[in-house]
């Protein structure tokens, strides 16, 4: 007898073509709230990161079309299928913007290549998911903090999943040090003068390197607060940065916080400046 029933994981993928080809995002949202979970821990992350863009679009802005996009996407890793960060092809941006997407999804790609779903779930799905934010959103074009704000999630969300793959900051000696006065963000001369010392060398990085800023904070003070700290020290520096010609797109700060060590140690203020290879 010919055999005419697909095998489940043809269905899946046969719901998945269906379900990226047609649909209605809140008749979407009723099949992803149906769907028996059947994902990884990148797959879990995503299909909540697609949720909840899909949940602020149908809610938020009203936007049915922009909501099914990200639920069509959600059901599909959510029943543990291989979902793709979205292609440029199909969406109409503005030329001045195709370079830096389509450097970025290159980037994206080669870490999913390398195996981030496995060594970095987490932070890989909130970079394909903020990567397909800042497409989706850069092709309409007018809201410029949702544009800003996909697009940062992005360049922090890889940051973490280069540092992974490096094996992760303990292992990677940074270029350079600036050292911050007491709870302070402020610069300080002799900071200033390191910055301007990591200029040539900023110059001289290569298409697949970009700069990671962490800042640190001694133990003093209220965790919170000395997180917030740490974030504002690498600011500072990444400003300083931009300031000397560093194009800001190729650098990216994180907020360490609280450094291990001595309550009071000076050694802990600071920022290093790490040169990430994303190759």
């Given at each position: 007898m010919k055999h005419t029933l697909l095998s489940s994981g043809s269905k899946l993928a046969a719901v998945c073509a269906?379900?990226?080809?047609?649909?209605?995002a809140k008749y979407h949202h009723w099949v992803l709230e149906d769907t028996k979970g059947n994902a990884s821990p990148f797959n879990?992350?995503?299909?909540?990161?697609?949720?909840c863009l899909g949940n602020a679009e149908l809610d938020n802005m009203y936007d049915e079309c922009s909501a099914d996009f990200?639920?069509?996407?959600?059901?599909?890793?959510?029943?543990?299928?291989t979902v793709l960060p979205t292609t440029l092809d199909k969406w109409d941006i503005e030329p001045d913007y195709l370079c830096e997407l389509?450097?970025?999804?290159?980037?994206?790609?080669a870490a999913l290549n390398a195996g981030a779903r496995e060594f970095a779930?987490?932070?890989?799905?909130?970079?394909?998911?903020?990567?397909?934010?800042?497409?989706?959103?850069?092709?309409?074009?007018?809201?410029q903090d949702d544009i800003a704000s996909c697009r940062s999630g992005f360049y922090a969300a890889m940051s973490e999943v280069e540092l992974a793959r490096m094996g992760g900051?303990?292992?990677?000696?940074?270029?350079?040090?600036?050292?911050?006065?007491?709870?302070?963000?402020h610069l300080t001369p002799a900071g200033a003068a390191a910055v301007n010392a990591l200029s040539p060398l900023a110059a001289?990085?290569?298409?697949?390197?970009?700069?990671?800023?962490?800042?640190?904070?001694?133990?003093i003070g209220d965790a919170k607060h000395n997180?917030?700290?740490?974030?504002?020290?690498?600011?500072?520096?990444?400003?300083?940065?931009?300031?000397?010609?560093?194009?800001?797109?190729?650098?990216?700060?994180?907020?360490?916080?609280?450094?291990?060590?001595?309550?009071?140690d000076t050694h802990n203020r600071r920022v290093d400046v790490l040169f990430i290879d994303y190759k």
């Open positions: 269906l379900l990226l080809a047609t649909g209605c879990c992350v995503l299909y909540k990161d697609y949720e990200y639920y069509r996407k959600a059901i599909c890793a959510k029943s543990g299928n389509e450097t970025a999804r290159a980037r994206l790609v779930p987490e932070q890989a799905a909130h970079a394909q998911s903020n990567f397909d934010c800042w497409v989706e959103q850069q092709s309409e074009g007018w809201q900051v303990l292992k990677i000696a940074p270029a350079q040090m600036i050292f911050f006065d007491f709870n302070s963000s001289k990085m290569g298409k697949n390197q970009h700069i990671l800023l962490i800042g640190r904070t001694d133990k997180k917030h700290l740490s974030k504002f020290r690498a600011l500072a520096v990444k400003k300083e940065l931009i300031r000397h010609g560093v194009d800001p797109q190729r650098i990216t700060i994180k907020g360490e916080g609280e450094t291990p060590g001595p309550n009071v």
